[in-house]
Nanobody
Framework: VQLQASGGGLVQAGGSLRLSCVAS????????MGWFRQAPGKEREFVAG????????IYADSVQGRFTISRDGPKTTAYLQMNNLKPEDTAVYYC?????????????????WGQGTQVTVSS
């Protein structure tokens, strides 16, 4: 599985961005996908995840109500709609995919990773 993330950028606090993660090669092996983020000097943290078949989402408390994870019908692209962005959302955002099993919130639970996309929120 190959993952390609895009959509990051610079936005003012209160603004919105939508991240995309395109999956290719052996996408039938994807059972769930997740978005993670890593700020400078901090560990990589779970943001949101989605079950690939059902589309059922899971969110970190810090983004609940502001971010929405979704995927397209052909199940090749995952999205992360980020609204009401805050300066503390500034980080490099990564998408990740895993095979069978329960959706994980730990980075160690994922088999495939995309390159990061920078999100910077100014105050």
């Amino acid at each position: 599985v190959q993952l390609q993330a895009s959509g990051g950028g610079l936005v003012q606090a209160g603004g919105s961005l939508r991240l995309s993660c395109v999956a290719s090669e052996d996408t039938d092996g994807i059972y769930s996908m997740g978005w993670f983020r890593q700020a400078p000097g901090k560990e990589r943290e779970f943001v949101a995840g989605i079950y690939w078949a059902s589309g059922g989402p899971i969110y970190a408390d810090s983004v609940q109500g502001r971010f929405t994870i979704s995927r397209d019908g052909p199940k090749t692209t995952a999205y992360l709609q980020m609204n009401n962005l805050k300066p503390e959302d500034t980080a490099v955002y990564y998408c990740a995919a895993r095979g069978p099993g329960v959706l994980r919130t730990s980075p160690a639970g994922y088999d495939y990773w995309g390159q990061g996309t920078q999100v910077t929120v100014s105050s």
